[in-house]
């Protein structure tokens, strides 16, 4: 989390542009590598949190 932080200055793109239709640029993925697993994490924190106890495990098979 804090090699995310150190990179990411407000310059960085998001990770998911869904009006994008072309790939990321190649000098950002060492940076999508970086923060897309913190996303997941984060993501399946805030499921198991809602209490219907789903996690991102059974939603993405």
């Known amino acids: 989390m804090d090699r995310v932080i150190e990179l990411d200055h407000g ?11 072309e790939p990321p640029d190649a000098a ?10 913190l996303v997941l994490h984060s993501l399946d924190r805030r499921a198991g949190k809602s209490g219907t106890s789903i996690g991102l495990s059974r939603v993405l098979p």
Do not use: D, E, G, V
């Open 28 to 37: 950002n993925l060492p940076f999508i590598n970086l923060k897309a697993p």
């Open 11 to 21: 310059s960085m793109p998001p990770i998911c542009r869904p009006q994008t239709l």
